[in-house]
């Protein structure tokens, strides 16, 4: 099932505060060109936070719920993207947990290496497949670390909160995982 | 880095003079071969980055939209009802209809007008009290070139009709305001569902 809702052609260059303004007064086709404008960047960010694109997909799916549920609550529409990213921050933190407590193997970092997507080939060589490398060969907590404050652009009180550590926990997660990728991207080099 | 002349300095501190622009320690920093060394990787790491997620996004979306088609499907999104709208000459069988459903409507009146596109909407007063006055108020993004005046007018007196007809509120007020502004369309042809 598509939908199609006629006002959605209407909607395509309307600003994120506007569409987040009518989803947040119910209307479905708004909040939907917002998932499409920001859906690749929520799904590629969910891949670089879990372990596999299945659990990635699930995290973005379960991310628009909760997205859907409390847009009506947020304040400031403009900022919808920065918004979105931190519910799947979220959302993501939440999964990796509730996969730890189900008795899994923690997370392999070996397995990341196979989250980006099907291009991987046809960059091998470049620096962002030295950087895929690297990063999958951080620790897990490392990496998260990492990837919140690279890619969600959050503060270190912030990844404290979502990860439930301390600021100086994290400070010193984002420093290790700092210097193995400078190192190992210089290496590349 | 090198362990024999290691000045000391923790990537942190770097990062963070990197991020910020700032640092007490910025003379040493600026004048350090080693750290402007490190400086150098982290901004390298970074740009590498923004690059590996520029190519994450692009094979994404390059991928198509059937994935976001489906989790789309499967939302199932509810309704947000809002408050309930008692239909006075009903009253013995106290039906209602939904505060959503009266803000869906004036939604939809907005997009049938050229340039019009409604954001938020608010019915401020007591709706649920059968007669009582409400205002209703709308942030609306504007298509450049229509002109405002008019297009407040128009879009007042159309909420206004369709409000009178469809629903039985004691509409006091239409308040418009103009929150955005949207570039002209591409062409000077009405694709953008008929002039005003």
Same mark, same amino acid.
């Given at each position: $099932?598509?939908?199609?809702?006629?006002?959605?052609? +209407?909607?395509?260059?309307?600003?994120?505060?506007?569409?987040?303004?009518?989803?947040?007064?119910?209307?479905?086709?708004?909040?939907?060109?917002?998932?499409?404008?920001?859906?690749?960047?929520?799904?590629?960010?969910? +891949?670089?936070?879990?372990?596999?694109?299945?659990?990635?997909?699930?995290?973005?799916?379960?991310?628009?719920? #909760?997205?859907?549920?409390?847009?009506?609550?947020?304040?400031?529409?403009?900022?919808?993207?920065?918004?979105? $990213?931190?519910?799947?921050?979220?959302?993501?933190?939440?999964?990796?947990?509730? +996969?730890?407590?189900?008795?899994?193997?923690?997370?392999?970092?070996?397995?990341?290496?196979?989250?980006?997507?099907?291009?991987?080939?046809?960059?091998?060589?470049?620096?962002?497949?030295?950087?895929?490398?690297?990063?999958?060969?951080?620790?897990?907590?490392?990496?998260?670390?990492?990837?919140?404050?690279?890619?969600?652009?959050?503060?270190?009180?912030?990844?404290?909160?979502?990860?439930?550590?301390?600021? #100086?926990?994290?400070?010193?997660?984002?420093?290790?995982?700092? #210097?193995?990728?400078? #190192?190992? $991207?210089?290496?590349?080099? | 880095?090198?362990?024999?002349?290691?000045?000391?300095?923790? %990537?942190?501190?770097?990062?963070?003079?990197?991020?910020?622009?700032? /640092?007490?320690?910025?003379?040493?920093?600026?004048?350090?071969?080693?750290?402007?060394?490190?400086?150098?990787?982290?901004?390298?790491?970074?740009?590498?980055?923004?690059?590996?997620?520029?190519?994450?996004?692009?094979?994404?979306?390059?991928?198509?939209?059937?994935?976001?088609?489906?989790?789309?499907? !499967?939302?199932?999104?509810?309704?947000?009802?809002?408050?309930?709208?008692?239909?006075? /000459?009903?009253?013995? *069988?106290?039906?209602?209809?939904?505060?959503?459903?009266? %803000?869906?409507?004036?939604?939809?009146?907005? *997009?049938?007008?050229?340039?019009?596109?409604?954001?938020?909407?608010?019915?401020?007063?007591?709706?649920?009290?059968?007669?009582?006055?409400?205002?209703?108020?709308?942030?609306?993004?504007?298509?450049?070139?229509?002109?405002?005046?008019?297009?407040?007018?128009?879009?007042?007196?159309?909420?206004?009709?369709?409000?009178?007809?469809?629903?039985?509120?004691?509409?006091?007020?239409? !308040?418009?305001?103009?929150?955005?502004?949207?570039?002209?369309?591409?062409?000077?042809?009405?694709? *953008?569902?008929?002039?005003?």
């Amino acid at each position: $099932m598509t939908r199609s809702n006629p006002p959605a052609g +209407r909607l395509a260059d309307a600003p994120d505060a506007l569409l987040a303004e009518r989803a947040g007064d119910g209307d479905v086709a708004a909040f939907e060109t917002l998932a499409r404008r920001h859906g690749p960047l929520m799904r590629a960010y969910s +891949r670089r936070l879990m372990s596999s694109p299945a659990e990635a997909d699930d995290v973005v799916q379960e991310s628009l719920i #909760t997205a859907w549920k409390e847009i009506g609550d947020l304040r400031d529409g403009a900022a919808v993207k920065a918004w979105l $990213m931190r519910i799947v921050a979220h959302r993501a933190v939440d999964a990796g947990r509730r +996969r730890k407590s189900h008795g899994n193997i923690a997370d392999h970092p070996e397995a990341i290496d196979k989250a980006p997507g099907p291009e991987q080939s046809a960059v091998a060589g470049s620096a962002s497949q030295a950087l895929r490398r690297a990063l999958a060969g951080l620790p897990d907590e490392q990496r998260r670390c990492w990837v919140l404050k690279e890619y969600g652009g959050q503060s270190y009180e912030e990844i404290a909160q979502t990860l439930g550590i301390s600021a #100086t926990s994290v400070r010193g997660r984002l420093a290790r995982a700092r #210097t193995t990728l400078v #190192t190992e $991207m210089e290496e590349w080099r | 880095m090198n362990p024999i002349r290691d000045c000391g300095r923790r %990537i942190e501190d770097l990062s963070d003079y990197l991020e910020t622009g700032f /640092s007490a320690d910025a003379a040493h920093i600026e004048h350090c071969p080693q750290c402007q060394a490190r400086l150098a990787g982290l901004r390298s790491l970074h740009t590498a980055a923004l690059n590996l997620m520029d190519d994450d996004v692009a094979s994404l979306s390059g991928e198509g939209t059937g994935w976001l088609d489906g989790m789309l499907a !499967n939302l199932r999104l509810e309704t947000r009802a809002g408050r309930s709208i008692p239909l006075a /000459s009903n009253t013995a *069988d106290l039906l209602t209809e939904t505060e959503g459903a009266v %803000i869906a409507l004036v939604r939809n009146v907005g *997009d049938s007008l050229g340039g019009v596109l409604i954001g938020r909407c608010r019915l401020d007063g007591e709706v649920t009290v059968p007669g009582a006055p409400v205002e209703v108020n709308v942030n609306v993004s504007a298509r450049y070139g229509y002109p405002l005046p008019v297009m407040a007018e128009d879009l007042r007196a159309a909420i206004l009709t369709e409000l009178l007809v469809e629903t039985e509120l004691n509409v006091a007020a239409v !308040n418009v305001a103009f929150t955005d502004m949207r570039e002209p369309l591409a062409e000077p042809g009405r694709t *953008d569902g008929g002039g005003l």
